[in-house]
């Protein structure tokens, strides 16, 4: 294992570009822990947390459901149209995942038992990850490509992917943001192929 395992790799990229079966076929070959910012959002929220004692405060008790947990649709409605609410809100969850992801980070450097270290999040690049990050991936799909994925696995309408697309970076923002652009329009295998070339000096596992 190299001295400076695990590196630190970042996932962007757009709704629809395929990330999460890129991460998949990561996870299966090579020697890593990933996460997902989304799941860490929810995990730092827990009941417990200072994440979810400064959002009970800021958004009431009433936020929180029979058992503790915030109440993600709750939170939603308390927010919706309000992007002074919604900046407090996310002051206070970014923060906690940014916290939770280095200090799983420092461990996984401390017991080097993996040689990668990735984090998916389509707001990578807002969040500040280009800093902390040892390389910075963009997995690219075409406009038309992302759109029929959404519509046949989400069942998406065209407004709603509309809406989606308009409050995401541009691929021009993307690509000057990445180190690595994973080109996902065609078959996964070609996709896999050029993962496996980006990564032929670390471990590979069957």
Known sequence: MKPNSPRFIGITGGVGAGKSEILKYIRQHYKCEIYLADQVAHEVKRPGTACCRKLT??????????????????????????????????????????????????????????????????????????????????????????????????????????GIMSKQLTEEQFRINCDFVIDNSGALTESYAQIDRKLEAFTWQE
């Not at 999040?121 to 800093?131: K, M, T």
Request: overall charge negative; aromatic content about 8%; proline content about 2%.
């Open 57 to 162: 405060e800021l958004l009431g008790e009433d936020i929180q459901a029979p058992d503790g947990q915030i109440d993600s649709r709750r939170m939603a409605e308390r927010i919706f149209s309000d992007g002074v609410l919604l900046e407090k809100v996310n002051g206070i969850i970014h923060p906690a995942v940014r916290e939770y992801l280095l200090e799983r980070l420092e461990r996984a450097r401390r017991e080097r038992s993996v040689e990668l270290f990735f984090v998916e999040a389509a707001l990578l690049i807002e969040c500040g990850y280009r800093a902390l990050a040892d390389e910075m991936w963009y997995v690219y799909a075409d406009e038309e490509t992302r759109r029929r994925r959404l519509a046949r696995s989400r069942g998406y309408s065209k407004e709603r992917i509309d």
